[in-house]
């Protein structure tokens, strides 16, 4: 893989792909800065706030959001460093996205990515590696949410940090720590009116 300084920075990337997005399927905010496949947003630390805002300072918040220069056409399939080759994207797109020499397989696949849906086939897994039903996620989610278990928690909660080494400034609590926390909650305090049917 090429050095980073080979590679064009990311608001001549956004500068070049700008109105050219749309007419491939993409619809990008460019005042809330994303991934431009799975739309995954970084809250509003990124957003331009002042719509009046010149032109330079809209570059420069892309400039600055922690997205991912993907080649398109990989380097090792005869792919450029050029601005036309590269794609802004997050951690995990840029993990799961195709390896070809065919752009249409590219963009058909950066079209149907979502984050949302990408979440919660991740909470899912989780549930379904504790073997929760569904019927009981609506009951765990207020459970998660309630003070008490908030307070109880803290203790007891590490959040994960990405394995790839993309993103070493990057770290999330995962579903499964949630989920695994709730239940063993709901194990411990018994005096609640309900609990999930769990082995």
Not at 67 to 84: D, E, F, M, T, W
Not at 139 to 161: C, P, T, V
Not at 166 to 181: E, F, Q
């Amino acid at each position: 893989m090429p050095f980073v300084s080979d590679l064009p920075s990311k608001g001549e990337i956004f500068k070049y792909w700008k109105n050219r997005l749309e007419k491939l399927g993409f619809f990008v905010d460019w005042g809330e800065p994303g991934c431009w496949a799975c739309g995954f947003h970084y809250n509003s630390k990124y957003d331009l706030r002042d719509s009046r805002a010149r032109w330079a300072k809209v570059v420069a918040k892309w400039e600055k959001i922690p997205l991912q220069r993907c080649h398109i056409v990989p380097r090792s399939l005869g792919g450029s460093n050029k601005a036309s080759n590269l794609f802004l994207m997050c951690r995990e797109c840029h993990d799961l996205s195709p390896n070809t020499a065919s752009r249409k397989v590219f963009f058909d696949w950066a079209r149907t990515q979502c984050f949302w849906h990408r979440e919660m086939a991740k909470m899912k897994a989780a549930m379904d590696s504790f073997e929760i039903e569904e019927a009981h996620l609506d009951e765990l989610s207020d459970l998660m949410r309630s003070k008490k278990f908030r307070s109880w928690a803290a203790k007891r909660i590490g959040r994960h940090w990405p394995q790839s080494g993309y993103a070493p400034g990057s770290s999330r609590i995962s579903y499964s720590t949630m989920i695994g926390l709730a239940l063993d909650y709901r194990r411990t305090h018994r005096s609640s009116r309900t609990r999930p049917r769990h082995p």
